[in-house]
């Protein structure tokens, strides 16, 4: 006999997967900061307009994950209640 409703393990996946979002959204912030401070991509010397259009670019695509996560949080409250 099941004591959990039938979606308890897809909420449970879906909070994993939005939590993922935040996490690698972070993860993309801080490299992207790191590009901007240290202008070099592993061991390749970048310059000033490319190290800036690549932390643009990966600035916005955390901030994007992170705002993906947090949508997806608030759905699965919503749904709780």
Request: net charge positive; no cysteine.
């Given at each position: 006999?099941?004591?959990e409703?039938?979606?308890?393990?897809?909420d449970?996946w879906?909070?994993?997967?939005?939590m993922?979002?935040i996490?690698m959204?972070?993860v993309?912030?801080?490299?992207?900061?790191?590009?901007?401070?240290?202008?070099?991509?592993?061991?390749?010397?970048?310059?000033?307009?490319?190290?800036?259009?690549?932390?643009s670019?990966?600035?916005l695509?955390?901030?994007?994950?992170?705002?993906?996560?947090?949508k997806?949080?608030?759905?699965?409250?919503?749904g709780?209640?």
């Amino acid at each position: 006999m099941q004591t959990e409703g039938p979606n308890r393990n897809n909420d449970r996946w879906l909070r994993l997967r939005a939590m993922q979002h935040i996490g690698m959204g972070v993860v993309y912030v801080i490299i992207s900061g790191l590009l901007f401070w240290i202008k070099t991509f592993g061991s390749i010397e970048l310059s000033r307009g490319t190290a800036y259009a690549l932390g643009s670019l990966l600035l916005l695509y955390g901030v994007f994950r992170i705002w993906r996560g947090a949508k997806d949080l608030k759905a699965l409250r919503a749904g709780e209640n």
